[in-house]
């Protein structure tokens, strides 16, 4: 319960402090979840967001209207707090309690990685998941030797995706190799880290499918091999975590990489903070979400082995098939073949034809907006159908439910 300042009227309305960094467009994703349990619940939610400058000290990127967490507590006292990324350790809110005059810590539900703190409450997106997405494509390449690109050894994140990978690789009867160096606390990879991925590269067997810590790693990786001569997807293939678009289609090659469902894990959190509001002595079990998909780009189309034309169409395909009155034909003229020919060789080599590519790439991106919440009729429009109920019927072909009970499901989770 909450207790206005003026009236001294006991209300069902719970203030949340929402505090995350500013991180691309992870935050937007995880955030979208959040907002849609705070709408349902009435939740008085605060957004802050901040990051550490290089002495450690938070500085606001978003005015609080307090210079300072103490100041922040004292003017909101929060009922909760939800902390992505890890932002504030746990010790950093609880003296900002202590200084607001707060009887206790309020309860804390952490997004997005593992939190090493005891008895700390987390969500976070699952490493087998992970794991199993970036083998299960890696296996695809035939190679026999396998290797796992840290961030940091100080990154619990880090360590375990790279724990649940090598197991994959030893149960598949594969030679797993580790990489002996790793990234220090800055943040974003350092020229000591390039140069460290760059012999590791040079001194690796090949061929050999990497996975990557993250999609930042993921592009080291791509730029070190390059500067190499290492052919990808031939000698090395790669495929990291996060799909943040501005880095996977910005490398080259394009970076294969697998998707976290972040609205899920924003939703899972604020449902243990609201679970923990209602029962304050019993603190929920922390929670692992699963990965949505895996994004094949160029890093392990290893059809390009087999027909650069087709690993072409594939990729302009998955860039430009949700807009407007994309067709097959548009494909079919990075080809440089007739349509017939076209045709043929795209189905004999991907396994499908041009138009179902299409479709893929479009009912995967809407299952993306839907499970954010975005209304289907805006989906539909987003994914460049010209109706709903074209839509509607293409979905549930591919998926095999209606988007209205596919959606209901998915919500859900």
């Not at 002495?55 to 909101?76: C, H, K, N, T, Y």
């Amino acid at each position: 319960m909450t207790e206005t300042a003026t009236t001294g009227i006991h209300t069902d309305v719970k203030t949340v402090l929402l505090v995350a960094p500013l991180v691309g467009n992870i935050l937007p994703r995880i955030m979208s979840g959040v907002y849609r349990l705070a709408e349902s619940r009435r939740w008085n939610l605060h957004s802050l967001i901040c990051n550490r400058d290089p002495a450690g000290d938070l500085v606001f990127l978003r005015p609080p209207g307090a210079s300072s967490l103490a100041e922040i507590f004292a003017l909101l006292k929060p009922d909760g707090v939800l902390d992505v990324l890890h932002i504030i350790p746990p010790a950093d809110i609880r003296a900002a309690a202590r200084a607001a005059g707060m009887r206790a810590m309020p309860p804390v539900v952490h997004i997005g990685e593992p939190e090493s703190a005891k008895g700390a409450v987390y969500v976070h997106g699952d490493p087998e998941s992970f794991a199993g997405f970036a083998m299960r494509e890696l296996l695809q390449s035939g190679f026999h030797d396998f290797a796992y690109v840290s961030f940091s050894p100080n990154k619990p994140w880090s360590a375990v995706r790279g724990e649940a990978f090598a197991r994959l690789v030893s149960l598949s009867g594969r030679r797993f190799h580790a990489f002996p160096n790793a990234e220090p606390e800055s943040g974003r990879p350092s020229d000591d880290f390039v140069g460290a991925v760059s012999r590791f590269l040079a001194s690796m067997p090949r061929p050999c499918g990497i996975f990557a810590a993250n999609d930042a790693v993921g592009e080291v990786v791509l730029n070190a091999a390059h500067a190499l001569g290492i052919g990808v997807p031939g000698e090395i293939a790669v495929v990291s975590v996060d799909d943040l678009a501005h880095i996977c289609d910005a490398t080259r090659p394009t970076l294969s990489s697998v998707r976290r469902d972040l609205e899920a894990e924003g939703r899972a959190a604020a449902e243990l903070l609201d679970k923990w509001l209602d029962a304050p002595s019993r603190a929920p079990r922390p929670r692992a979400i699963p990965a949505v998909s895996l994004v094949r780009r160029v890093s392990t189309q290893f059809s390009a082995l087999r027909d650069e034309r087709v690993s072409r169409a594939q990729e302009f395909i998955r860039l430009h098939a949700c807009e407007e009155g994309f067709a097959p034909l548009d494909a079919i003229r990075t080809m440089f073949l007739s349509r017939s020919a076209a045709d043929r060789i795209f189905r004999r080599v991907a396994g499908r034809p041009i138009l179902r590519e299409i479709h893929a790439v479009r009912i995967e991106r809407a299952m993306e907006r839907l499970r954010a919440g975005i209304p289907p009729d805006a989906v539909a429009a987003e994914c460049g159908y010209s109706s709903y109920l074209d839509f509607r019927r293409v979905f549930r072909r591919v998926v095999g439910k209606p988007v209205g009970a596919w959606t209901k499901v998915a919500l859900k989770r």
